[in-house]
């Protein structure tokens, strides 16, 4: 024994069994994409006596299947044949590359702002944006949505300036604290325009409104909407037409357009303060050419091809409807997400693992702290590469896994199996979603 003791290995075991006894400790799967095959996957158990298999996946970000897509794969070979690998620096030191400055060209035609800024990551576009915006207004008062995403709530803190926080979508309670701040503090409104759990759009009419109404900057987080939204894939701002009115444009490359990287688009002074200010895009190497090239492969086809985004909703339609039919508790959006309620981390995991071991099907558990305790769900997420033939699959395991585990049905009562085929086969997604209609048109 050492002169010290404190036992180091024991306090993160310790933390790990935290997490293990509220059933809140992350178990990853691994999977083996095939572009050609999307949403197919080769599925690795962990118990490397176990065989791999063939799974689908239910529950992927990519939502548009963009990252298989072969224009989007063409180019990145393209810019590694002709760029290599890496960018080789910073973007101060030798790493702003020409696909990285038409990337930024491309995303600040997409939201129709002077400029855009490329960063490694959504969730960095978020921490150095809203930091650095935040801190340069003195006495900036931040006016944020109660379910603003992680990164969001990292880039305010950091900012040090004072939070409130906003009852989720409630315009009164918005309303109410601009009114508050007074005329005379600057004031920053940060919202999402989708909210990834519940799949449930902001007012953002409204949200412009009420800026315009008080002088106050607003920042939108439109992540889970580029590329799916709006007539040019601009996301939920474009298709409400309020894109013009809103200050900060943040989004990723990582969902809609299957690759990674994130941005703001926004007015010159904005961004090139961010760009001058955000250690977290300063000391940094810059996303690498062939990432870039891809994203802009899949921007550009996007702004030109409505196809993906009808299909998608189609596809979203369609497997609401056949779960609804089912019997199965989802929770009512008039977006692409659709959160299937269990309430419980347990049952959650465990219909989440039964669904893999049983049926071949992937849908990750959502639990606490990504939801709150008693909401804890399995959020699917149809995409334009889903089938027929992949729901009909999806609503007979689920409806086998909820058998299996006594979870409760709603209303209507479960549609005897043989039935569902035919269900599913005979939605018409245009008649039961008139919201959905808009998008698919
Ligand atoms: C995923 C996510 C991010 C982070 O984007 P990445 O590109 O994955 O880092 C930011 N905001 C929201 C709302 C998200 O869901």
Redesign the pocket.
Known sequence: MGLCSINYQSQFEAAIDRLKNENRYRVFANLERDAARFPTATWRPDDPSEQARQVTIWCS?DYLGMGGHGKVRAAAIDAIEKHGVGAGGTRNISGTHQPIVQLEVELADLHGKDSALVFT????S?LASLSVIAELMPNCLILSDALN?N??IEGIRRSGCEKKLWRHNDMAHLEELLIEAGPDRAKLIAF?SLY?MDGDIAPVGRIVELAKKYNALTYV?E??AVGMYGPRGGGICEREGVMGSIDIIEG????GYGGL??YIAANAAIVDAVRSYAPSFIFTTTLPPAVVAAARAAVRHLKESGDERARHQHMAALTKHALRAAGLPIMQNSSHIVPLMVGDAELCKAASDLLLTRHDIYIQPINYPTVDIGTERLRITPTPRHDEAHVAELVEALVDVWRTLDLPFVEPQVIPLRRLRAIVDAVDPQCAYPEMKKAAE
């Not at 990551?121 to 960095?124: A, D, E, L, Y």
């Open positions: 970000n990551s959504g969730w960095i978020n995403h990164s969001m999402e990834s987080d992540v889970h990723t490359l990582a969902k990287g994130g």
